[in-house]
């Protein structure tokens, strides 16, 4: 008589046990600060909303500053899981991501959003797929194209000779040479002093970067040529994707991929035109826009860098043809 109570009893312990289970938890780490517009506007709203929308089965804890490593060492962390998600930057890692090079190469770039959805098909399509099997690819994009940020006015080739130029990566390094300047390894993060100290004379970074890094206040002339971009990605350990319950999975996933490459694409192209504005505000600052001219010299001049690119890349010159053509598909609104 008291066995079928008993049983409810236990059955009704198992479903509130069940109902309360811990949600699986996430590690989002990212090399900025907390209040940098990448992470405050996008990483940690994405975070919030995904562990909103899991319904309580997943919950994503961002840390920011590189709490759980910078840039050089993301790679890595991902991998071993010290970060479950994490951003990275393709420059840091020479050799790693030949192939999603494409998308930082000169004159390439008009708008980050369809060269980011660009990125993203070409992953898809398995053009670059194979340099991230062991990673679970969330998103990736291609930044508006750099600005040359100066100490001096740079109107002209031979402007560059005698010039230090702060570089991230070989690829940076080789459009400087080949501009007539001498590279120098700055950590993005350290462009400001190293400018203001005199150890460089300017720097080839998006107008993306200038907010952050008040770039205004120690490089006063900025030209405006495309001499390159860079390609970064979000991407997420393999292991940790896949223990995660069903309705996590369907979380991430539909607010991944393509989707999540273009809101990127979106994000860099707005904040590049407000740090622009934010230059053109500033009274003692000087924005130069290279005549047709002088901008074909340093096309010219910068030509080999793709050129070597696409020598050393297989099928690259096919890459870049695919590229092209997602890029205008994305354009035209494809």
Known sequence: MHGKPVALVLLGVFVAASAMAEPVKLRFGHPAGP??????????????????????????????AGQLGGNEVSLDAIKSAVQDIGWINTQ??????????????????????????????????GLIADEYTDLKLLAIWAYPASTVHTTFPARKLEDFKGKKIATIGQFASEVAKHLGATPVAVEFTENYP?????????TFLQWTAVQPLRLWEVAKYHTEAGVYGAVTMIAMNKQSYNKLPPKAKEVIDANSGEKWSREWGQFWDRVDQE???EVQKQKDNTIFNLDAKELERWRTAIAPVTDEWIKKTPKGAELLK???????????GK
């Open 35 to 64: 209040k940098t517009h990448v992470v405050s506007q996008m990483v940690i709203p994405w975070s919030e909303r995904m562990t909103k929308a899991s319904g309580g089965t997943l919950e994503i804890t961002v840390f920011p």
């Open 92 to 125: 840091y890692y020479p050799g790693k991501f030949n192939k999603s090079e494409v998308g930082l190469l000169p004159f390439e770039v008009n708008k980050s959003e369809h060269a980011s959805v660009a990125m993203w098909r070409l992953f898809k399509s």
């Open 194 to 202: 190293a400018i203001q100290r005199g150890t460089v004379n300017g």
């Open 275 to 277: 740090g622009r504005q």
């Open 322 to 332: 695919a590229y092209r053509a997602e890029r205008d598909r994305a354009a035209s």
